[in-house]
């Protein structure tokens, strides 16, 4: 793995194995948001929607209902949600909720580094209890829920699957 810093941000070998006791600010929350705003999108439809929240007994029953328990220090979590109407309108065969959502959800996560912050997806396998348990409308699809907050400390996170599988094929003449 190449140790440039943008690489290091997109296929990160560390996990948050727990988040320091500090508040975000509204202006880097925000900043998360924006940056969200200008990932690409079939179309440009742009179809996700993000929910911020930061009520600390709702971070705390999303953690335990995520089974990470060390995620209930998060200064906020953010749903990934995207707009049902827009994506069956498009393509039916492309699935743009697991597509454009996650781009966008990665933006969130570089931008986040830019302030020291770190965010930890949960895709919402129970997409319904996940609804449930963070209070929100159901009129939105869910992919993910981000814990974000300035990480405490770290732990070593499994290597992603088939990584074994990438080899250097270049040549030399």
Do not use: C
């Not at 940056?35 to 079939?42: D, E, F, I």
């Not at 600390?56 to 060390?70: K, Q, S, V």
């Not at 580094?113 to 895709?123: M, N, P, S, T």
């Amino acid at each position: 793995m190449s140790d440039a810093p943008l690489i290091a941000r997109l296929v990160p070998f560390e996990r948050v194995a727990s988040f320091a006791a500090q508040p975000a600010s509204r202006e880097y929350l925000l900043h998360l948001l924006a940056a969200a705003r200008l990932a690409p999108s079939a179309r440009n439809t742009q179809i996700w929607r993000f929910t911020v929240i930061e009520d600390r007994d709702t971070i705390g029953r999303a953690a335990t209902f995520a089974a990470r328990p060390e995620l209930a220090g998060a200064a906020a979590l953010i749903a990934a949600r995207a707009k049902p109407a827009l994506f069956k309108k498009l393509h039916p065969e492309q699935p743009f909720l697991m597509i454009d959502v996650p781009i966008a959800m990665a933006h969130i996560s570089l931008a986040a580094g830019e302030r020291g912050l770190a965010v930890e997806w949960v895709f919402a396998r129970d997409e319904k209890g996940w609804i449930a348990q963070l209070g929100l409308d159901g009129d939105l699809r869910l992919a993910a829920v981000g814990f974000v907050g300035f990480p405490q400390e770290h732990a070593r996170r499994e290597p992603p699957p088939g990584r074994a599988v990438f080899r250097n094929d270049f040549t030399r003449d």
